[in-house]
T-cell receptor, first 112, second 114 residues
Framework: SQQGEEDPQALSIQEGENATMNCSYKTSINNLQWYRQNSGRGLVHLILIRSNEREKHSGRLRVTLDTSKKSSSLLITASRAADTASYFCATDYGGATNKLIFGTGTLLAVQP | DAMVIQNPRYQVTQFGKPVTLSCSQTLNHNVMYWYQQKSSQAPKLLFHYYDKDFNNEADTPDNFQSRRPNTSFCFLDIRSPGLGDAAMYLC?????????????FGQGTRLTVV
């Protein structure tokens, strides 16, 4: 299976703290993406980092990519209760078909 | 404005009775994906279309079929739903090129099999 692994599986923090989630994948990628999913809803794209990039920022989000280790991390700074959701990394393996494979996910709970 | 629309939001079907889920997009994206997501699990890719080319995942059961009659519409057909097929089904689209871009998801169809 090409599915990536995320850790931790679940994370509980207090409002204002930072949250870090890690993703590891198995083969070469075009890009890696992070998505957020509120309970019972569709996924929302957060940020995309290409294979030739090492770090990217978007608001309170910071993503790093280490292609030598086949890993990525998502940092959410100054978390809010509204950040409570599941977070998934997704790898685009490119090639002829550009399929997008999701990792196992991290369930983040931010306590007010 | 909704860009990827899935209908219906909730679908109840009987064991063994064929069911079709639909997805439409207003983004003119060339790639459309179907994912199955069971409770507390990651979305699992069933198949995707790159333009008109259909790409089936090796572990997608034969019970699942798909049609894409034009750029805007895509259908997921479950020929004989079993209890294990109860899940959220997610449709997504993207404009893919050499480096890829983000995917846009619909709100999903929650399928219940009774």
């Amino acid at each position: 299976s090409q599915q990536g692994e995320e850790d931790p599986q679940a994370l509980s923090i207090q409002e204002g703290e930072n949250a870090t989630m890690n993703c590891s994948y198995k083969t070469s990628i075009n890009n890696l993406q992070w998505y957020r999913q509120n309970s019972g809803r569709g996924l929302v794209h957060l940020i995309l980092i290409r294979s030739n990039e090492r770090e990217k920022h978007s608001g309170r989000l910071r993503v790093t990519l280490d292609t030598s280790k086949k890993s990525s991390s998502l940092l959410i700074t100054a978390s809010r209760a509204a950040d409570t959701a599941s977070y998934f990394c997704a790898t685009d393996y490119g090639g002829a078909t550009n399929k997008l494979i999701f990792g196992t996910g991290t369930l983040l709970a931010v306590q007010p | 404005d909704a860009m990827v629309i899935q209908n219906p939001r909730y679908q109840v079907t009987q064991f063994g009775k064929p069911v079709t889920l639909s997805c439409s997009q207003t983004l003119n994206h060339n790639v459309m994906y179907w994912y199955q997501q069971k409770s507390s699990q990651a979305p699992k890719l069933l198949f995707h279309y790159y333009d008109k080319d259909f790409n089936n995942e090796a572990d997608t059961p034969d019970n699942f079929q798909s049609r894409r009659p034009n750029t805007s519409f895509c259908f997921l057909d479950i020929r004989s739903p079993g209890l294990g097929d109860a899940a959220m089904y997610l449709c997504a689209t993207s404009r893919q090129g050499r480096m890829g871009t983000e995917a846009f998801f619909g709100q999903g169809t929650r399928l219940t099999v009774v």
